[in-house]
């Protein structure tokens, strides 16, 4: 069957309706049920969409497969914050450490070594920790 444009848009809108929200995955998703559509032998849109919904799991699984592809994307930001984290973590670290060397030779600047690590702390690390928190706290209940 050759699909016309009112089909594909009629797909599309079905799939924001049940949940879809990603536009990469509805393309995906709209590519893949047309391809399917397309090949099959029959004229009816309606019988061939819903043997086509039936095969790729129905609403439900377009549902979860949306679920999983913000879960991927939040996993992928989490490592990045996680590796923001400790990076800074391994400056405030040599801070305190230059700060103790500084001290314990009399040097000038020691201060300035230990408040630069109390600044890295306080401004960077802190509020990243807290808006992972508040995000993981955010994704539980998704």
Same mark, same amino acid.
């Given at each position: ?7 594909? $848009? /009629? ?7 049940? #949940? ?21 032998? #029959?004229?009816?849109?309606? $019988? ?7 095969? /790729?799991? #129905?609403?439900?699984? /377009? ?5 999983? $592809? ?18 800074v973590g391994f400056l405030v670290f040599f801070l305190l450490v230059m700060s103790l060397v500084f001290r314990i030779m009399h040097w000038p600047f020691a201060n300035a070594w230990l408040l #630069? ?12 920790? /807290? ?12």
């Amino acid at each position: 069957m050759e699909l016309l444009e009112k089909h594909i $848009t /009629f797909i599309e809108n079905s799939l924001t309706l049940y #949940g879809v929200a990603s536009k990469d995955l509805r393309e995906d998703l709209v590519d893949h049920i047309c391809t399917y559509i397309e090949n099959q032998d #029959g004229d009816d849109f309606n $019988t061939l969409y819903q043997q086509a919904l039936h095969k /790729f799991g #129905g609403y439900a699984n /377009f549902k979860n497969l949306q679920l999983e $592809t913000n879960y991927q994307k939040y996993a992928k930001h989490l490592i990045a914050i996680n590796k923001l984290k400790f990076s800074v973590g391994f400056l405030v670290f040599f801070l305190l450490v230059m700060s103790l060397v500084f001290r314990i030779m009399h040097w000038p600047f020691a201060n300035a070594w230990l408040l #630069g690590a109390i600044l890295m702390s306080v401004l960077v690390i802190l509020p990243v920790h /807290f808006y992972v928190r508040y995000k993981k706290a955010i994704h539980k209940y998704s």
